[in-house]
Nanobody, 125 residues
């Protein structure tokens, strides 16, 4: 019933940009903080960015500050991740996450809640 669908991944050269989108359905979107996580092969899933229910607050992992921007449009039930100055180390599957807790909780843990199936971002050197 609840569905999160990511899109926008692909292959880019280092220094390039991508914009990821996540479309949500089956939930009251404005009641959820939203986040982006990523997972490289053989690595643990890690936090990338989070945004509050209203969109007024954001948190970023240190390794993407100044390069990535998270935003949301509650009228469209969508959250976005603008990724600039991409590096090969950014290569991973990027997952959209909906969380009923405060967005401040997302860097600490992600618990259960809801996940998309992911979109692959590959950055060549």
């Amino acid at each position: 019933q609840v569905q999160l669908v990511e899109s926008g991944g692909g292959l880019v050269q280092a220094g390039g940009s991508l914009r990821l989108s996540c479309a949500a359905s089956g939930l009251t979107f404005s009641n959820y903080a939203m986040g982006w996580f990523r997972q490289a092969p053989g690595e643990a899933r890690e936090f990338v960015a989070a945004i509050s229910r209203s969109g007024g607050g954001t948190i970023y992992a240190d390794f993407v500050k100044g390069r990535f921007t998270i935003s949301r449009d509650n009228a469209k039930n969508a959250v976005y991740l603008q990724m600039n100055t991409l590096e090969p180390e950014d290569t991973a599957v990027y997952y959209c996450h909906a969380d009923s807790r405060s967005y401040r909780a997302l860097p600490r843990d992600y618990g259960m809640n809801y996940w998309g199936k992911g979109t692959l971002v590959t950055v060549s050197s």
